[in-house]
């Protein structure tokens, strides 16, 4: 089955630094990972998506994430934060190759705080 | 307009009720889906549609049943509310492909 492990419910960081935030996945298939992103009271916008073309994906508003087979990984980064970037990001896994149903399997979720 | 759009965007409700969350898209997606969210649990999927025809249970299906009355419309029901059905409620839409994910704004539903 698959499934995907968001290692940090909550990352801090300062303004104008950089953010990391890791997410391991577990897929018997070369997998589809996407990174989403929740802004308080609103609903889930998609920041980027790994579709087996190229490892390292770049997404809206400065974000990226690279994909490392050998790892396992999909960490999602962005070389300077801004205040804006307070959010929940969410790693998800599709299962199509393995069951075809379209579903999304989400992980727990990591809390973005942005200090001033 | 939002392309996929959630009706209510908030509701309280009592324990025992019966009620029912909307989604329409204009998508023209024939992949519709029902999840919620709750806290330091990420997302979960309720039930799921690939056309008028063909619902399916999600992970977290007892408790509700859907309706797909046309393409562009897949309803949720609670048919008796209780207070651990208190969550968030997305709907979302995809291509067949599934790289085309669209989700609703949400419906945030108490139950008490």
């Known amino acids: 089955a698959q499934s995907v492990t968001q290692l940090d419910s909550h990352v801090s960081v300062s303004e104008g630094t950089p953010v990391l935030l890791r997410c391991n996945y577990s897929?018997?298939?070369?997998?589809?990972l996407f990174w989403y992103v929740q802004h308080p009271n609103k609903g889930l916008q998609l920041l980027l998506k790994?579709?087996?073309?190229?490892?390292l994906v770049k997404g809206i508003n400065g974000f990226e994430a690279e994909f490392k087979k050998s790892e396992t990984s999909f960490h999602l980064t962005k070389p300077s934060a801004h205040m804006s970037d307070a959010a929940e990001y969410f790693c998800?896994?599709?299962?199509?190759?393995?069951?075809?149903?379209?579903?999304?399997?989400f992980g727990q979720g990591t809390t973005l705080q942005v200090k001033p | 307009d939002a392309d996929v759009t959630q009706t209510p965007r908030n509701r309280i409700t009592k324990t025992g009720k019966r009620i029912m969350l909307e989604c329409s898209q204009t998508?023209?997606?024939?992949?519709m889906y029902w999840y919620r969210q709750d806290p330091g649990l990420g997302l979960r999927l309720i039930y799921y549609?690939?056309?008028?025809?063909?619902?399916n249970k999600g992970e977290i299906s007892d408790g509700y049943s859907v309706s797909r009355q046309a393409q562009a419309k897949f309803s949720l029901s609670l048919e008796s509310a209780i207070p651990n059905q208190t969550a968030l409620y997305f709907c979302?839409?995809?291509?067949?492909?599934?790289?085309?994910?669209?989700f609703g704004s949400g419906t945030r539903l108490t139950v008490v």
């Open positions: 549609s690939f056309d008028v025809k063909d619902i």
């Open positions: 998508k023209g997606h024939d992949r």
């Open positions: 979302a839409t995809s291509t067949a492909s599934n790289y085309g994910y669209t």
């Open positions: 897929s018997s298939y070369s997998p589809s």
């Open positions: 790994y579709t087996s073309a190229a490892t």
């Open positions: 998800v896994v599709s299962d199509q190759l393995t069951s075809n149903t379209g579903k999304l399997i």
